[in-house]
């Protein structure tokens, strides 16, 4: 269940606070087109703990996540 809720303020996070660079690559194959960059999507996450929405412990295993969805 924590997991749920875990996933649905991360999704909720990353929708309302995406910044989208600029970029002009529009003919590169791995545009993400609107989907937010790892960068955005930790920043997003550490303003969650900062304002208590989620623990330490959250945090830190959601943040590993995004890292190793990066590699």
Not at 5 to 10: C, E, F, N, Q, S
Not at 49 to 63: L, P, Q
Request: hydrophobic fraction near 35%; aromatic fraction near 4%.
């Amino acid at each position: 269940m924590q997991h749920k809720v875990l996933a649905i303020i991360i999704m909720a996070l990353a929708m309302t606070g995406c910044v989208f660079a600029p970029g002009g690559h529009g003919d590169r194959d791995d545009d993400r087109h609107g989907e937010p960059t790892i960068g955005q999507q930790l920043i997003d996450l550490d303003r969650a703990r900062d304002e208590g929405i989620i623990s330490e412990a959250e945090y830190e295993r959601t943040k590993q996540d995004f890292l190793d969805s990066a590699r």
